[in-house]
Every structure is written in C-alpha cells, then in structure tokens.
C-alpha cells in the first residue's frame, strides 16, 4: 500500500500538467520563496484559511502577481497591467481603467478593481475569488493553479488593511 502511494505520488509529480487529478500532489513557490502544496479545485472552494494569518505585504502581493498573473496581464494586456507596481493600475482605479474599454469597465456592479480596505467592493478580489459579476475568475489560464484559501485570504487581509 505504502509504496504504491508512493508510486502514485511520484507520477503524479512527473504529470501534474498532464493530469488534473494529480494536481494535490503538486508544489508551487509562495511568494517568500518556500514551497506550499498546492490543492484541487474542489479542495480550493472548500478549504478555510488559517486562522493565524496575516495580510500579505505589497512585495508579496507583487511576487504573487508576478508569479501567477504577468504572464497574461503584463504590460502589453489589453485589460489590466499586474507587473511593477501593480497598485498603479490597481488601488483606487475604476474597474473600466482610464478609458473604460475593459470587459468589467461597463459590464460590472463593482466600481474600482482594488478598493482600499474594502475587499468586497474590490473586483480583483472578486475575480481571484470566483465570485465576479462579469468575465471570467482568475486566473484563467487552465495551467495556472487558482489561489488555495491561505492565499485568497491574506489576498484580502492586504486589501482590507489599505487606505486611500
């Protein structure tokens, strides 16, 4: 038994791409540099946070931006940029961006993509969430891994501790 787990784990870790079901036996780097194991969708939707966190710091929001989102949202995306500083584009801005083009700009209930200490009104939060009233949840790219609970919530434990 125990060395069919074993088995199982190892292909796992070798197809993790290949084959959802393998993606719990998969690791991804936090923003600190340390491996955290990653969990399933299913796992992801049900899973509560820690009750011990603590607000991501605006470098950790960055690594993790730049880590799992710049490669779609960088600085030639037609929506919203996500590198160096994200808070440009992000932390008090109309969800439509400057000229409101974007898929959410007038298509959704929520104002502003990061509103400071607010993450309900924020729809980042909302799209890293699941929960947005418009476009798709983040991230899209199927290769890319949603955030697990610890990660959403630190998400929004930096979101709530903003101000303008």
């Known amino acids: 038994m125990m060395l069919n787990r074993l088995a199982t784990l190892v292909l796992c870790g070798a197809l993790a791409s290949l084959i959802p079901a393998c993606s719990s036996a998969t690791t991804s780097p936090t923003a600190s540099g340390t491996p955290a194991t990653s969990t399933s969708p299913d796992e992801t939707a049900t899973a509560e946070p820690a009750a011990d966190l603590t607000a991501y710091s605006q470098a950790e929001v960055q690594a993790l931006f730049d880590s799992r989102c710049v ?27 400057p000229s409101g083009a974007t898929v959410c700009g007038r298509g959704s209930d929520i104002a502003v993509r990061i509103k400071p200490g607010d993450r309900a009104a924020s729809l980042l939060w909302h799209k890293v969430k699941g929960t947005q009233d418009c476009g798709s949840p983040m991230p899209y790219d199927k290769g890319n891994r949603p955030l697990d609970a610890n990660e959403l919530e630190r998400l929004g434990l930096y979101i709530d501790q903003l101000t303008d």
């Open 71 to 97: 490669k779609c949202h960088g600085a030639r995306s037609a929506n919203v940029d996500l590198s160096a500083p994200f808070t440009k584009n992000t932390v008090g801005v109309a969800t439509g961006g």
